[in-house]
């Protein structure tokens, strides 16, 4: 569904948040020559929201701010009313607030994180329409709170990420955190190639698409198969050890997600703008090419 204000010309961006993929789209919008805004609001505040969205009148809002934990989701298991204010509190906020300021679009960065397949389970992989229920750590829980809250604003794009990469060394690159660990799951899912996504999600938020949409490339990928292609193309000297989920839960506070989701929709809507999403392996080679020919 498309909302109002379908022309890209003489649109304002205003970002929160100031991470890890708050600056891949900062930077993908000024090389388009977009007006772009970064904001210090807090967004559990309204206040703060409202003054933000009053001063800048922007006509495209993206919510990258929220918390995942560091060094990992645990930490929302003892941070449960941070983790609510950033992620349920503060979305909520956002989406309503520019509701009320006369239905401006909004694009959050939200979670996959909420639904949960487990090994050996032969089910298809989880579409949008498909109820989500995965409750296990507070972080889930969080982003589940904050999907139902926010789901039928009519301003509302909401896209689910799930261990994003990009061609960037940054600390959230999933990339760099499993060169970091000494020992990884051997798991496959879904996984969100900034890379190749992140332009489609530009295209998206200009044209004003709303709803609900899987933000992963199509198929699965392993990390295995990530440590495989890194030690081929940047890291000729990694070694690794796998082990079980069993092992993994065995040394974490919560559990954590593990999902495969459908793309077909995020692949068809683009397609309708010309724009290709990649195969997971395809988008993951295209991302170590990067970082190769960057020597990093
Ligand atoms: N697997 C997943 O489910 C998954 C994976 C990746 C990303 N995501 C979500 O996608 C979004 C962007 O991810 P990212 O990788 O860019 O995260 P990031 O690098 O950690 O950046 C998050 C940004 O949000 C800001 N922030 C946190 N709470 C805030 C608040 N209450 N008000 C204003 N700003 C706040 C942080 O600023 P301060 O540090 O100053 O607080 C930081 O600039 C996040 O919400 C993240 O949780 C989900």
Not at 96 to 116: F, K, P, R
Not at 149 to 163: A, G, K, Q, W
Not at 173 to 192: C, E, P
Not at 245 to 251: G, K, P, S, Y
């Amino acid at each position: 569904m498309a909302a109002t204000n379908g022309s890209s010309q003489g649109q304002v961006f205003l970002i929160f948040g100031n991470g890890f993929i708050a600056n891949q789209i900062k930077d993908l919008l000024l090389q388009e020559g977009k007006k772009v805004i970064m904001s210090r609001a807090r967004i559990e505040s309204r206040e703060q929201v409202l003054s933000e969205l009053t001063k800048h009148t922007p006509t495209r809002v993206i919510n990258c701010a929220g918390v995942r934990g560091t060094p990992n989701a645990d930490w929302c298991e003892d941070h449960k009313i941070e983790t609510v204010r950033s992620n349920v509190l503060g979305p909520l906020n956002v989406v309503d607030v520019c509701h009320e300021l006369g239905n401006i679009h909004v694009t959050h960065l939200g979670s996959a994180c909420i639904y949960n397949t487990l090994p050996g389970d032969e089910r298809p992989p989880w579409k949008e329409t498909d109820e989500p229920f995965f409750q296990g750590s507070w972080y889930n829980r969080s982003r589940l709170l904050s999907e139902l809250s926010i789901r039928h604003y009519p301003n509302l794009l909401l896209l689910r990420v799930r261990l994003p990469i990009a061609a960037v060394m940054h600390k959230d690159n999933h990339i760099t955190r499993l060169l970091g660990f000494r020992k990884i799951i051997d798991l496959t899912g879904s996984g969100t190639v900034l890379t190749n996504l992140l332009p489609g999600a530009i295209i998206l938020s200009e044209h004003g698409e709303t709803g609900i949409y899987n933000f992963v490339n199509p198929g699965e990928i392993s990390n295995v198969e990530i440590m495989e292609l890194a030690k081929q193309y940047i890291r000729p000297e990694q070694e690794w050890d796998t082990f079980t989920l069993d092992e993994m839960l065995a040394i974490l506070k919560a559990p954590r997600a593990h999902c495969v989701l459908d793309a077909t929709k995020l692949q068809d809507k683009l397609r309708e703008y010309g724009y290709a999403v990649k195969d997971q392996r395809e988008a993951l080679e295209e991302v170590f090419q990067i970082l190769a020919a960057k020597g990093v």
